[in-house]
T-cell receptor, first 113, second 113 residues
Framework: DVKVTQSSRYLVKRTGEKVFLECVQD?????MFWYRQDPGLGLRLIYF???????EKGDIPEGYSVSREKKERFSLILESASTNQTSMYLC????????????FGSGTRLTVV | KQEVTQIPAALSVPEGENLVLNCSFT??????LQWFRQDPGKGLTSLLL?????REQTSGRLNASLDKSSGRSTLYIAASQPGDSATYLC????????????FGEGTQLTVNP
C-alpha cells in the first residue's frame, strides 16, 4: 500500500523553538507539498517541491522554510515557532504529470504554547 | 483566480439515504478534479480522480461526475451509512497553476443511524 508518512501525529512545542516536521513518501513521486489547515480558512499551501533540492513558495511561506535533500523526504521547518503557527499540517505528494492526483499523509497536529 | 465552492457546507441525513454533494469552480481550464474524504483530526483520503476528458468515475457506492464546461462536479453517495460521516472536499488542478491544487471548503456530512 502506497504511503505518505508524517513522522508525528501530535506535537507540542514552545514559542521560539525550531520545529521540524518530516514527511516521507514511498511512491517515487516528483512533487511534494506542505499545507496547513485551519477552521474557516481551509487548506493553504505553504511550500512545494517538484524535484530534489528544488522548492517554491506557496501562498503563506512566511515563518517557514523547507528542505528536500532526497526525493522521498520533504521537511518543513518552523524557524522560530509562534502561537499563530498552531495548526494541522498536511503533507502530500504526486507524480509530475497532469493526469495524476495527490496522496496525503495523516497530518501533524502542532500546538505552540 | 480560481474559486472552488462546495454546497452545502453541512448536511445531515438518515442512514440509507442517497445523497449528492456539489462542487463548482470558476475556471473551466482544468486538468482534473479530485474528491477527498477527511475524518476529524486526520489527513485527506483520496476517493475519486476525474480527468478533464472524463464525465464520471465510480468506486463502490460513490460516483463522481464532471461537467467541465459548466464548472460543476457532483459526488453521489448511494445508500449512505454512519461510517460515511466525514468532511468531503473537492479540489481542481488548473492548467495555469502547474501541480498546485485549489480546494473547496468542504461539506461536513453526518449520517444518522
Amino acid at each position: 500500500d502506497v504511503k505518505v508518512t508524517q513522522s508525528s501525529r501530535y506535537l507540542v512545542k514552545r514559542t521560539g523553538e525550531k520545529v521540524f516536521l518530516e514527511c516521507v513518501q514511498d511512491m517515487d513521486h516528483e512533487n511534494m507539498f506542505w499545507y496547513r489547515q485551519d477552521p474557516g480558512l481551509g487548506l493553504r499551501l505553504i511550500y512545494f517541491s517538484y524535484d530534489v533540492k528544488m522548492k517554491e513558495k506557496g501562498d503563506i511561506p512566511e515563518g517557514y522554510s523547507v528542505s528536500r535533500e532526497k526525493k522521498e523526504r520533504f521537511s518543513l521547518i518552523l524557524e522560530s515557532a509562534s502561537t499563530n503557527q498552531t495548526s494541522m499540517y498536511l503533507c502530500a505528494s504526486s507524480f509530475a504529470g497532469t493526469d495524476y492526483g495527490y496522496t496525503f499523509g495523516s497530518g501533524t497536529r502542532l500546538t505552540v504554547v | 483566480k480560481q474559486e472552488v465552492t462546495q454546497i452545502p457546507a453541512a448536511l445531515s441525513v438518515p442512514e440509507g439515504e442517497n445523497l449528492v454533494l456539489n462542487c463548482s469552480f470558476t475556471d473551466s481550464a482544468i486538468y482534473n478534479l479530485q474528491w477527498f474524504r477527511q475524518d476529524p483530526g486526520k489527513g485527506l483520503t483520496s476517493l475519486l480522480l476525474i480527468q478533464s476528458s472524463q464525465r464520471e468515475q465510480t468506486s463502490g457506492r460513490l460516483n463522481a461526475s464532471l461537467d467541465k464546461s459548466s464548472g460543476r462536479s457532483t459526488l453521489y453517495i448511494a445508500a449512505s451509512q454512519p461510517g460515511d460521516s466525514a468532511t468531503y472536499l473537492c479540489a481542481v488542478r488548473r492548467e495555469t497553476s502547474g501541480s498546485r491544487l485549489t480546494f473547496g471548503e468542504g461539506t461536513q456530512l453526518t449520517v444518522n443511524p
